[in-house]
């Protein structure tokens, strides 16, 4: 059996995360910007520069946070479970034991393939927390702690 250190996630989840976070920065952005532009009474020509100056504020928000957002993920496959440890502000730790897992799913976008990247999805028995996803991991990464967590359960049964 496979015990893994704690690994970080993958450092080109942080790029998808920021290009996908700057698109809906636009969407949010919008409803402000048409709200600043009714409150100030603002012309079309200065419309622009409001909108662009309220998504770069916005971005930078996020900017600042997904650094240590993503500084502060990692997992860890122990012979217990895997445990994952997350948060910026608020700091949470889960333990997936080993025994509990029901099916694991392998999922990815059109990003994360561009990528070659996945996110674990491990189904639990139980009602709280039932469904951890594990994001940002390397499509093999993602396949070998699936097939670790499977081959765990399965000789379980067997004894």
């Known amino acids: 059996m496979?015990?893994?250190?704690?690994?970080?996630?993958?450092?080109s989840y942080l790029k998808?995360?920021?290009?996908?976070?700057?698109?809906?920065?636009i969407l949010i952005t919008?409803?402000?910007?048409?709200?600043?532009?009714?409150?100030?009474?603002?012309?079309w020509v200065w419309r622009i520069p409001v909108f662009f100056?309220?998504?770069?504020?916005?971005y930078a928000l996020y900017h600042w946070y997904s650094i240590h957002?993503?500084?502060?993920?990692?997992?860890?496959?122990?012979e217990a479970?895997?445990?994952?440890?997350?948060?910026?502000?608020w700091q949470q730790q889960n333990m997936?034991?080993?025994?509990?897992?029901?099916?694991?799913?392998?999922?990815t976008g059109p990003l994360e393939r561009r990528y070659?990247?996945?996110?674990?999805v491990v189904h639990t028995a139980g009602t709280r927390n039932a469904t951890v996803t594990l994001p940002g991991l390397l499509h093999q990464d993602a396949a070998d702690l699936r097939q670790e967590l499977i081959n765990s359960n399965q000789a379980e049964d067997t004894v």
């Open 2 to 11: 496979k015990v893994f250190d704690f690994k970080p996630l993958e450092s």
């Open 16 to 25: 998808i995360s920021r290009i996908s976070f700057a698109i809906a920065a």
């Open 30 to 43: 919008i409803p402000f910007t048409i709200g600043s532009s009714v409150f100030w009474d603002l012309s």
């Open 53 to 58: 100056v309220i998504w770069f504020f916005i």
């Open 69 to 78: 957002w993503f500084k502060g993920y990692k997992y860890k496959l122990t």
């Open 81 to 89: 479970g895997l445990k994952i440890h997350k948060g910026v502000f």
């Open 96 to 107: 997936v034991p080993r025994n509990r897992v029901q099916h694991i799913d392998i999922t």
């Open 116 to 120: 070659e990247l996945s996110k674990l």
